[in-house]
């Protein structure tokens, strides 16, 4: 065999072992991929952990806490395990979180909602009361769960908050108080409680607007006229006028 006809034999071979290997490796990844297809899927325990406190699942916490699970882990959002329940309102796991020495009680979601404030907005007087017994902080600065409760009407928290020494009148970041929130939503009789409990009627936001002006913007004409009756009230008996920045947070 010449030398052209050696280099042409070996070329072949060559070509022929190379699209052999292709074919195998092909073949191999087929393979692995239906296996993989075949096996069942294990969540980690994290997504565990995050849907046992969606459902309350006291004994699946219990486990994963006792294996080691951070109880101030987040979701995929950011959002703490303990505000998770509070929002869910899983009142049992969210007792074993706060029992918990390592949770944070003032852990904060991306939008800067603590577990306090979801259960105020949720009305759910256990976990408020619970996490009060925990000693978690009734005040923050900017939203408060007072603004919370206030703004769904949840009279019943807001007594809670107050006697817990909630700031009445603190201010938003933009300084909207929790009097002007329970006007904007036309809970009459939140505001009512709010003023009894002595809620300053006077305080402007940033704007300018206060309680009466949320009224009569979110067209609540019933509280708007009972606010602007006692204002005037006020305004008849002489009272002062609120120091500028009267309602920020203390």
Request: proline fraction near 4%; include cysteine; glycine fraction near 8%.
């Amino acid at each position: 065999m010449n030398n052209y006809s050696m280099l042409n034999a070996s070329s072949s071979r060559f070509d022929s072992g190379r699209r052999f290997s292709h074919a195998r490796a092909v073949l191999a990844g087929v393979v692995l991929a239906a296996c993989a297809l075949a096996q069942p899927a294990f969540a980690a325990p994290v997504d565990t952990m995050i849907k046992a406190i969606k459902f309350d699942d006291v004994s699946e916490v219990k486990k994963q806490l006792a294996q080691g699970m951070d109880p101030n882990l987040v979701d995929n959002t950011g959002t703490p395990l303990l505000v998770i329940a509070a929002r869910e309102k899983s009142d049992k796991v969210g007792q074993i979180l706060a029992d918990n020495p390592k949770t944070d009680l003032e852990k904060q979601d991306p939008a800067g909602e603590n577990a306090m404030m979801l259960a105020a907005l949720n009305g759910d007087a256990t976990f408020v009361n619970l996490l009060i017994a925990k000693e978690a902080e009734v005040n923050k600065k900017g939203w408060t769960p007072l603004h919370y409760a206030a703004t769904n009407g949840h009279d019943d928290i807001v007594k809670i908050l107050l006697d817990h020494s909630a700031y009445i009148d603190a201010g938003s970041p933009n300084g909207t108080t929790p009097l002007m929130m329970a006007a904007r939503g036309g809970h009459l009789s939140t505001v009512k409680l709010l003023l009894d409990e002595g809620a300053d009627l006077r305080v402007k936001n940033q704007i300018g607007m206060t309680a009466v002006d949320f009224a009569w913007k979110y067209n609540e004409k019933d509280v708007a006229e009972g606010l602007a009756a006692r204002l005037q009230s006020m305004q008849q008996g002489g009272a002062s006028a609120p120091q500028s920045g009267a309602n920020s947070a203390k």
